[in-house]
């Protein structure tokens, strides 16, 4: 590594104006990256690492200003630079990928015109060579087709193949930065290893720096020399990778490690050294199995779930207008699976397995094509929705949401939304009865009886969550289904949020199908998985042995693809 | 290409329910009439004995389902109907005001969009400066402005007051002879036939009228484009380009512009029916000659062929320009087809 | 509530223009209900002897052609107008969201229908077709109320539609579901509260249309009939008197119709702010 550093943030501080007065987003932060490295950033949300990588590259928008500190790239002062400087610094000298990458591509021009775009606009092309060179960085990009992929337009691809035209666009002019904000965010497992592997081989190749910026502590170790933890507008550490992980300094630096779940970790190690005001009561040991004689709670036989399906690709045109044939799409290819009493399984897959398909026909929101579910000793599938509702069963299948935002009605106080299954289930009257019960669940759930008149945007993530726990747990249910309630959350608050609903697993003696695309979470909270795939069940069996010892090719695939970290193996 | 056209024939295809839509609801409101049609369509002059020819004529007497296929096959052969106000056919009453109209209407529209869209844009790439709080003020004023009341305001100051605008009274002063028919648009057909004097006389009737539609379409379009253009500047893709280094004008046109221009082509569409509504009411306050006039006559004297005629024809003038503005839609944005 | 007060307070304050539409607003709705007991003259008194008498202190709007007071005409003549518009408005808002939350809701052929039916009425330049149903069912006030509410109609079915749709699978929705409500409970006490606000700014930028689209039916002969005050029929007598300067006549109600629709669309503006601060315009 050469002496001089590519990129040097010397004390820089950055303040938002808003309506209630300045916000300071970053306070001091200093850190440097060293020609040809990878610099991990890693913080949860609001720690202010997004906006590190847009003061650098001058796109802060109006309402944030850089107010102290120098920001050094190769010698050149860009704090100082004006608008049009920065220009032409940008995309040639350093560039900048995104999250989203489908949002982050302009829809309605073709891909190997917004390369082209680029490599006009810093003289590396002439508009004659442009559009060869724009098919050759596709190539690079490992895109196939690129002759055909030039003209396609951002919704034609892939979320992946987006965020690969992102990278051949911020790579084409050979620039000596990049700066990788949550590059894979929102993308399947096995294609964020793919995108991940591809900016690790380029930039290598092309001997670059590379700023990457995430959340994800094991993507961090896996593809960066050092790590820069921030928290609040502050870097709190500073570390090359092994070192971080073997002895982390700061208190935040090591709560963050120990609350991302790895392959080998403990539930009850994710919150070892979390503040002691939020402690996971450590006595509740987990019964696997316990309740293995008393049979089967819910058990799947041959489910099919299919949707009419819509013509993407246009084939071409008939006159008169042919009627299609009924296309359909097999959303889910007839599984069959058992749940034990008191067993927490997990339902595991990328997007589009299917498997949140299989928690809305288990919850009787959606009706299958074909199958049975039987629950509890009576087959649920034969009676319709509406009747089902009337049902003693129904209130004995719920369900956590996912997006804990979006599961709350913004009308409503937490309070209402608890009370909601007291009411309409229980049915419940008497507002005094009603307010003594959810306070008892409020406590069950760590919820302070303050919290209970705000409505969901008077609260955090891992207050909202706790609501939909308690809402869901109101009615004293036999199975309770957890659809990703933990994606939305950071790192530290999913570590509280996956002990609670362990603890009250083991407190009221629920079965839970936790449905998730993360093996790492679903092996902590269950003792067998489901590994989906295409509609259909690829494997079966103890979380553990699937995760250490995976039979199928795909499930391999998955398990490989996971970043993580381990001590042991750094 | 292929799918282009595919798209293209499919959208005409999805303008026949519109179509037949159309043609109900025109029915259907002729046949709603409290009491008899027949002496409705009669017109307010007509004896016994016309009346029951005219029942004859319109099938009264049938089932309202052969009623219904008397109306489409006479709609399908032009026949609208006669005007008893002016002895003519209705569809020939239209036709030959429908130049006028359009005139009016389409240098109304063009003006509002040459006014409009810049305006839109600086307004959106300068949130917070005097343009951006004209453009607010403009387009807040703009849709509140009763354009009946806006022409009479003109009228007032710029012919009684400042004397600078003819007598608001038609398309052409009294001294002056239309241009030989061409186009039937005063002002193209004087160019036609190079007379230039005409040209003039015909463009100094036609400000007033067109300037009060252009303040009524105004606001609508600077309205959305400068939301779309706010939109697209604070869209992902301008992030990328701009953290790419593009120039400035190359992210406000190419990237922004073309983004943003799609829901303003949409919005033009609206804007056109509005319009062919304020239509109705300028052509009053300036006695135009054109097909506003004409319905207004014609529903003082309860001539409803007339009505039903000018109500179906504008519909269907309607529907046109709504294809043409999607056809131009499909062939600029890649998505259109795809999504539903 | 407290927090909405606040935040009322907030708007109010950084957006005096917001204030001020409100003010205009409660003079309105005084002028509306007040009416015939503030105007100082009788609207229908004629004096042949006080024709075309230009604004003065006796008269400050002047007279018109028959010697009525300009002035007393234009605040009696806010019933009426409001009175249609307000009409006309709450019937497409109620009979729109009922056709518009069902359509997103429940999908499929309920969608398929609303949909047509709006998109018929859309395929009509809505002046024009307000025009044709008015000559149809008969020139009467009522009538043009029908008129207003059926041509305003797809608008709030399309809003409602949309907040519907996109709200119709969200957490909360299941959950009610969960809980065993029903379809129509869910559609009353989970979505409507949550699609009102959007409805709300719709209601107030459709009531300046709406008044417009009452004033120029009567602008042209449809609906009010002589001698009742309405600015729009207050206007068209005015017109024939422009032309010879006496302006008075036209220019007063047509003032009065612009500050109430104007009115109208800033309050929309502000509530628009009030109800979704992203959404700025």
Not at chain 1, 148 to 172: D, H, K, N, T
Not at chain 1, 232 to 253: C, I, M, N, S, W
Request: net charge neutral; hydrophobic share 45%.
């Amino acid at each position: 590594m050469d002496a001089q550093p590519i990129l040097r943030i010397d004390n820089l501080s950055v303040r938002f104006r808003t309506r209630n007065g300045t916000v300071d987003a970053l306070k001091g932060v200093s850190f440097s990256v060293a020609k040809g490295e990878v610099l991990g950033v890693v913080g949860e949300s609001g720690s202010g690492k997004s906006v590190t990588a847009f003061t650098v590259t001058g796109l802060l928008d109006q309402a944030g200003e850089a107010c102290a500190g120098t920001i050094n790239f190769d010698g050149m002062e860009l704090t100082k630079a004006n608008e049009a400087e920065l220009r032409e610094l940008r995309g040639r000298e350093f560039s900048m990928i995104f999250q989203n990458p489908r949002a982050a591509l302009n829809p309605i021009r073709p891909v190997g015109k917004q390369i082209e775009d680029v490599l006009i606009q810093h003289a590396q092309a002439t508009r004659q060579d442009a559009k060869a060179k724009a098919i050759s960085m596709l190539e690079k990009v490992k895109i196939v087709e690129p002759y055909l992929r030039y003209w396609s337009y951002p919704f034609e691809l892939s979320g992946g193949m987006c965020q690969r035209v992102m990278i051949a666009i911020a790579l084409a002019c050979e620039p000596r930065l990049l700066i990788a904000d949550e590059p894979t965010t929102g993308l399947d497992v096995t294609t964020q290893k793919a995108t991940m592997d591809l900016i690790r081989d380029l930039t290598r190749e092309q001997h670059l720096s590379v700023v990457l910026i995430t959340h994800d502590l094991g993507m961090a170790a896996a593809y960066c020399d050092r790590i820069v933890v921030m928290q609040k507008g502050e870097v709190v550490e500073t570390a090359a990778v092994r070192d971080l992980f073997t002895a982390p300094k700061h208190p935040y630096t090591k709560k963050l490690i120990a609350a991302s779940p790895g392959p080998s970790s403990k539930l009850d190690d994710l919150t070892a050294v979390l503040d002691d005001n939020t402690s996971h009561q450590p006595s509740m040991t987990r019964t696997i199995n316990s309740g293995a004689d008393t049979g089967h709670l819910l058990e799947v036989v041959d489910l099919v779930k299919e949707f009419p399906r819509r013509d993407v690709e246009m084939t071409g045109w008939a006159w008169p207008v042919k009627k299609r044939e009924a296309q359909v799409f097999r959303a889910v290819d007839g599984i069959s699976f058992v749940l034990k009493r008191g067993e927490s399984l997990g339902l595991v897959g990328e997007s589009g397995c299917g498997k949140s398909t299989t928690s809305s026909i288990l919850t009787r929101l959606m009706d299958p094509t074909s199958g049975d579910v039987i629950f509890d000793g009576a087959n649920v599938t034969s009676y319709s929705a509406q009747q089902f509702a009337r049902l003693p069963q129904r209130m004995k299948i719920q369900m956590v949401f996912q997006d804990p935002s979006d599961s709350l009605n913004p009308r409503f106080t937490a309070q209402d939304s608890i009370a909601e299954p007291l009411k309409r289930l229980l049915k419940m009257k008497g507002s005094k009865q009603i307010d003594i019960k959810v306070e008892e669940l409020a406590e069950k759930v760590g919820l302070e009886k303050a919290l209970l008149s705000r409505f969901p945007h008077q609260l955090s993530g891992g207050q909202k969550a706790r609501v939909g726990i308690a809402r869901a747990i109101a009615a004293d249910p036999l199975l309770l289904i957890l659809d990703e309630p933990t994606s939305a959350l950071d790192v530290s608050v999913q570590a509280v949020v996956l002990q609670l609903l362990d603890r009250l697993r083991c407190e009221l003696g629920m079965s839970y199908i936790f449905v998730s695309h993360d093996l790492n979470v679903v092996r902590l909270l269950c003792e067998r998985v489901i590994v989906m795939n295409r509609g259909r069940i690829v494997e079966d069996g103890l979380a553990d042995e699937v995760l250490s010892n995976p039979k199928d090719d795909y499930t391999r695939q998955l398990v490989s693809a996971i970043p993580h970290f381990e001590p042991g193996k750094l | 290409m292929r799918t282009k056209l595919a798209q293209i024939g499919r959208r005409l295809l999805q303008a026949l329910p519109s179509v037949i839509g159309i043609i109900v609801i025109s029915f259907l409101l002729t046949r709603a009439l409290p009491g008899d049609p027949a002496v409705y369509f009669a017109g307010a002059m007509a004896d016994k004995e016309s009346i029951e020819q005219v029942r004859k004529a319109l099938g009264l007497d049938r089932s309202w389902v052969e009623q219904f296929f008397i109306y489409a096959g006479n709609l399908a052969k032009g026949d609208m109907g006669m005007s008893h106000n002016t002895g003519r056919p209705v569809a020939e009453e239209l036709l030959t005001r429908l130049p006028a109209s359009l005139e009016l209407t389409l240098t109304g529209l063009g003006l509002a969009i040459l006014i409009a869209v810049p305006l839109g844009m600086l307004a959106a790439t300068r949130p917070g400066s005097w343009i951006d709080h004209l453009c607010r003020l403009l387009v807040t004023a703009g849709v509140s402005l009763p354009t009946f009341f806006t022409g009479l305001f003109l009228i007032y100051i710029f012919y009684y007051l400042l004397g600078w605008a003819p007598s608001p009274l038609g398309r052409l002063d009294i001294l002056y002879m239309p241009p030989p028919h061409a186009t039937g648009f005063y002002a193209i057909d004087s160019l036609l036939a190079g007379d230039m004097e005409t040209f003039a006389a015909t463009l100094r009737q036609l400000v007033l009228p067109a300037v009060t539609l252009c303040l009524f379409a105004l606001a609508p379009i600077a309205r959305m484009t400068r939301g779309a253009m706010l939109g697209a500047l604070a869209s992902d893709y301008v992030r990328t380009a701009r953290a790419n280094g593009l120039t400035r004008s190359k992210i406000l046109f190419t990237y922004a512009f073309r983004n943003a221009a799609l829901p303003v082509l949409t919005t033009l569409g609206m804007v056109f029916s509005f319009l062919l509504g304020a239509n109705v009411l300028v052509e009053k306050v300036f006695s135009w000659p054109g097909i506003g006039s004409f319905a207004i006559e014609a529903l003082v004297a309860s001539d409803y062929a007339a009505v039903q005629g000018f109500v179906l024809s504008m519909a269907l003038l309607f529907v046109a320009v709504n294809l043409i503005i999607d056809l131009v839609l499909t062939l600029i944005d890649p998505r259109v087809g795809l999504e539903d | 509530m407290k927090r909405f007060l606040r935040h009322l307070r907030y708007v109010m304050s950084e957006n005096p223009v917001t204030l001020a539409a409100f003010s205009l607003f409660l003079l309105i709705v005084i002028m509306a209900l007040l009416g015939p007991a503030i105007a100082p003259y009788d609207p229908l008194a004629t004096d042949a002897a006080k024709t075309l008498k230009p604004p003065g202190w006796q008269h400050p709007f002047g007279t018109d052609h028959l010697g009525r007071d300009v002035f007393s005409r234009v605040i009696v003549a806010t019933r009426l107008d409001l009175g249609i518009a307000l009409s006309a408005v709450f019937l497409s808002f109620f009979a729109g969201s009922a056709l518009g939350c069902s359509a997103g809701f429940w999908g499929g052929w309920t969608d398929r229908i609303v949909g047509r039916i709006s998109d018929t009425i859309m395929a009509f330049p809505l002046f024009v077709l307000a025009m044709g149903i008015v000559a149809a069912l008969g020139n009467s006030v009522e009538n043009i109320i029908y008129a207003t509410a059926l041509i305003n109609l797809p608008f709030y079915a399309r809003v409602s539609r949309a907040e519907t749709y996109v709200r119709r699978n969200a957490g909360y929705v299941n959950a009610a579901r969960l809980c065993g409500a029903t379809d129509a409970r869910i559609l009353v006490t989970q979505l409507f509260p949550n699609i009102l606000p959007p409805m709300m700014v719709q209601i107030s930028l459709n009531m300046g249309w709406a008044i417009l689209n009452a004033a120029g039916l009567s602008f042209i002969g449809l609906g009010v009939r002589p001698p009742d005050a309405e600015w729009g029929i207050m206007v068209a007598e005015g017109a024939t008197y422009i032309v010879s300067g006496e302006w008075w006549l036209a220019m007063f109600p047509g003032a009065a119709l612009m500050a109430a629709v104007f009115c109208f669309n800033l309050l929309g503006d502000g509530l628009r702010d009030l109800v979704d601060p992203q959404r700025r315009t």
